[in-house]
């Protein structure tokens, strides 16, 4: 300990560790990451699926450039909203991040709460087909023509894949049966064909889990801050900038039912009503997901709370210190 202080000094971050912090949305998630790498010289990787687009920010609740407090921020505004950006795109870039991270000696903190990601980066992805555009398209008429008809037939084709994808869950349905028609057996025979998992690092899985109650009540909070912020608003911008309005980021809460304000198709009030119920079960499937989070370890609170603070940086520091 350092003379005349009280202080315990702070562990160096030893090259090959990580730490990621994981929970629902509106858990403070963001909040935490920076003071722990405030703390323990850090940069933050985002695994936020929408907030790797450029321009998608109220909706997102990216944290501003001025509230990252000196601290550096990677894969935030990485692709634009037409580009195509999957879960394996973000384990290749973010793999090489974390290994830049460490060549500068700091410690890799990732925070988000697209828990696909998360596990794409650290335990690698089984691989599969390459995207069929002409295949995808075909899905998408058949979802339009027939709501609901696309995890039917996934249930048809594989249904112990259906059984982990919610039905509301396009995207991933939609890539679990171009795997089956691609590949041509179930998906789940595909992914149990081997994972290129992350090598050389330790991992430290932060998972925080609010009171449930607390948490709907911030979420409804935060979304109404978002429409009286602008995001119709800003959902009238990006469309400004040519796009259609059919690209992957405008499928999110509370872009879609901004969308569907700007189309006619819901008032403003209607797209709060229906933008807060999509988040709570968007919250639900999160805290179901993180729970099964292979060597998750638990905080009860949120993130901003001093206690879970504490209890967290604490935990960070005995995960640094272990080799020492």
């Known amino acids: 300990m350092p003379e005349g202080t009280n202080e315990p000094e702070i562990p160096r971050p030893t090259p090959g560790r990580l730490v990621a912090i994981a929970g629902p949305t509106g858990s403070g998630k963001s909040t935490l990451a920076i003071e722990v790498a405030k703390r323990f010289p850090g940069e933050i990787v985002n695994c936020d699926s929408v907030q790797v687009f450029r321009y998608f920010d109220i909706g997102t609740a990216k944290t501003p450039p001025e509230d990252r407090e000196g601290v550096a921020h990677h894969l935030i505004d990485a692709a634009e909203p037409d580009e195509v950006f999957t879960a394996g795109d973000f384990a290749r870039r973010g793999r090489e991040i974390l290994r830049e991270i460490v060549r500068r000696e700091h410690l890799p903190v990732v925070v988000g709460g697209t828990g696909f990601y998360l596990r794409a980066l650290i335990e690698g992805l089984a691989p599969g087909p390459k995207r069929d555009a002409a295949l995808r398209e075909r899905l998408a008429e058949r979802e339009r023509k027939r709501a609901g008809s696309l995890h039917r037939l996934l249930r048809r084709f594989d249904p112990e894949t259906a059984a982990r994808i919610h039905p509301n869950d396009l995207p991933k349905t939609v890539r679990a049966l171009e795997i089956c028609m691609m590949a041509r057996r179930p998906a789940r025979e595909v992914f149990a064909g081997g994972r290129d998992a992350l090598q050389g690092f330790a991992v430290l899985k932060i998972g925080l889990f609010p009171d ?57 009030s209607q797209a709060i009503f229906h933008a807060r119920m999509e988040t709570r079960r968007y919250a639900k499937r999160q805290m179901t997901w993180f729970r099964r989070e292979p060597g998750i370890e638990v905080f009860r609170g949120f993130g901003e709370d001093e206690k879970v603070r504490e209890a967290a940086i604490r935990r960070v520091g005995e995960f640094l210190g272990e080799s020492q």
Do not use: N, W
């Not at 602008?230 to 059919?246: K, N, V």
């Open 212 to 268: 449930r109650d607390a948490l709907y009540r911030r979420l409804e909070e935060r979304l109404e801050r978002m429409f009286e912020s602008g995001i119709i608003r800003e959902t009238e911008s990006i469309l400004a900038r040519g796009f259609s309005g059919d690209e992957k980021p405008f499928e999110s809460i509370g872009y879609r039912q901004a969308l569907q304000v700007i189309r006619g198709e819901l008032s403003v």
